[in-house]
């Protein structure tokens, strides 16, 4: 089928005009006044009801979807997802509206000409998606690429361990390469997206980056493969005494995240990973995918003078998503 949700698209468009013509609120349970989704904060708490609904309304039992991001635009959440049919994957965007009432799982692009349901713009780049080049990055003498994540994530963690290859392979550009985490602080706790054991992790790997950084890497690397925070302590040498100390210290951990959380905030992200490269929001796809070489390259780009190391060639296979939800 061109578009699995097309059908499903109709549907929802006639319950929602019913809806307005008997006055109620939900577009599910019409008889109830029930919404489909919870209202929440952020998007990501909808965005995953949104496809959980899809998951288990909207698609056939040999297919999947899955979470890929979710951002605002034009007012309402965009849900990028990635759908999974026995014909490949491919990525499908649905639209929710802020309050969580009503999704729509295909779009319309009004005064643009003529555009199938289901395909959208980026309201950022105007008609069609212009893949940035080396020329196009912002560079400065020593660059800084920031990858905001959270632990628990699969696709966060993809791209911890992508860094973490690149500074295995080329150590100089550690210093260029900053991970940071996307959470909030909420009475005086780290709250992140995938709850609580999340937010703990997040902040414990706030605290080793801060005042262990020689066993950062080795760190994240273990519990990428084996998230077990309590033996990979352990093995890669964490002091679990001034660990303890910094995550119970408000002036410390707490300090640390908040840090974090605020130029999330400043830089409007939403999703994990983002990469950050000198203030600027980039894309590793544009360079090549999800992989070593890639991110290594576009950090190197943001080089105005590239060091030798740049000359590097590092792996360029996909990485593999980890375990988590995101």
Same mark, same amino acid.
């Given at each position: 089928m061109d578009n699995p949700w097309k059908l499903v698209s109709i549907i929802f468009i006639l319950l929602f005009a019913l809806s307005v013509i008997l006055g109620l609120t939900g577009s599910y349970d019409l008889a109830s006044g029930n919404t489909l989704f919870s209202k929440s904060s952020g998007g990501y708490p909808a965005a995953r009801e949104a496809v959980s609904f899809i998951s288990n309304n909207l698609i056939g039992t040999d297919e999947s979807v899955k979470l890929l991001n979710v951002t605002e635009e !034009?007012?309402?959440? =965009?849900?990028?997802?990635? +759908?999974? !049919?026995?014909?490949?994957? =491919?990525?499908?965007?649905?639209?929710?509206? /802020?309050?969580? /009432?009503? @999704? +729509?799982?295909?779009?319309? %692009? @009004?005064?643009?000409? !003529? %555009? /199938?349901?289901?395909?959208t713009v980026p309201a950022a780049r105007g008609p069609a998606a212009v893949k940035k080049t080396c020329a196009d990055i912002k560079k400065q003498d020593s660059p800084v690429i920031e990858a905001f994540v959270v632990s628990r994530c699969p696709y966060g963690t993809q791209m911890q361990e992508i860094l973490a290859d690149v500074v295995a392979k080329i150590p100089d550009l550690s210093k260029n390469i900053k991970v940071r985490y996307i959470g909030e602080i909420s009475n005086g706790t780290v709250q992140s997206m995938h709850g609580s054991p999340e937010a703990v992790e997040n902040l414990r790997q706030i605290c080793i980056r801060e005042e262990q950084p020689a066993t950062y890497w080795k760190y994240v690397s273990c519990f990428i493969s084996s998230p077990s925070s309590e033996t990979c302590e352990k093995s890669t040498g964490v002091d679990t005494s001034k660990l303890s100390g910094c995550i119970s210290n408000e002036s410390r951990g707490i300090r640390y995240a908040q840090e974090d959380f605020t130029r999330s905030a400043t830089y409007g992200v939403s999703g994990s990973p983002t990469l950050i490269l000198n203030g600027v929001t980039v894309s590793e796809f544009d360079f090549g995918g999800r992989t070593p070489e890639a991110v290594k390259s576009l950090l190197c780009c943001g080089f105005n003078t590239q060091p030798d190391t740049c000359a590097i060639s590092l792996g360029t296979l996909q990485a593999g998503t980890g375990q988590g939800t995101c």
């Open positions: !034009s007012g309402v959440y =965009r849900i990028s997802t990635e +759908f999974t !049919s026995s014909t490949g994957n =491919r990525t499908i965007n649905a639209y929710m509206t /802020k309050d969580g /009432k009503y @999704l +729509f799982p295909a779009s319309y %692009q @009004l005064g643009a000409g !003529s %555009q /199938k349901p289901g395909s």
